[in-house]
Nanobody, 123 residues
Framework: QVRLVESGGGLVQTGGPLRLSCAAS????????MGWYRQATGKQRELVAT???????NYADSLKGRFTISRDNAKNTVYLQMNSLKPEDTAVYYC?????????????????WGQGTQVTVSS
């Protein structure tokens, strides 16, 4: 089993920064892409950013320049640095991992989600 544990959410004032972390633990897995998604109350879950093993990153257009995703592959951890936060950034932020599970010569693709961490930006 693979587990994703997020941390770093909380309450922050408009314009402030916040940094989220997500660590993957378990055995028999190789992470391909890790990313962050968010879901505001009454809205659908949306992409925030993703980062591949090779360092390729992808951002929601509206968040480019304010949010930065990074990974520590040795620690199976992904970070999301959020700057200049706005009230509309308020949401539950979910970590996601697209990975391979298995051992030896048998591997299969799988996907995991964290439990989510609340980010609230006060105006």
């Amino acid at each position: 089993q693979v587990r994703l544990v997020e941390s770093g959410g909380g309450l922050v004032q408009t314009g402030g920064p916040l940094r989220l972390s997500c660590a993957a633990s378990g055995s028999g897995f190789r992470i391909n892409v890790m990313g962050w998604y968010r879901q505001a109350t009454g809205k659908q879950r949306e992409l925030v950013a993703t980062a591949s093993n090779s360092g390729t990153t992808n951002y929601a257009d509206s968040l480019k320049g304010r949010f930065t995703i990074s990974r520590d592959n040795a620690k199976n951890t992904v970070y999301l640095q959020m700057n200049s936060l706005k009230p509309e950034d308020t949401a539950v932020y979910y970590c996601n991992a697209d990975l391979l599970r298995g051992s030896g010569s048998y591997w299969y693709r799988d996907e995991y989600w964290g439990q989510g961490t609340q980010v609230t930006v006060s105006s």
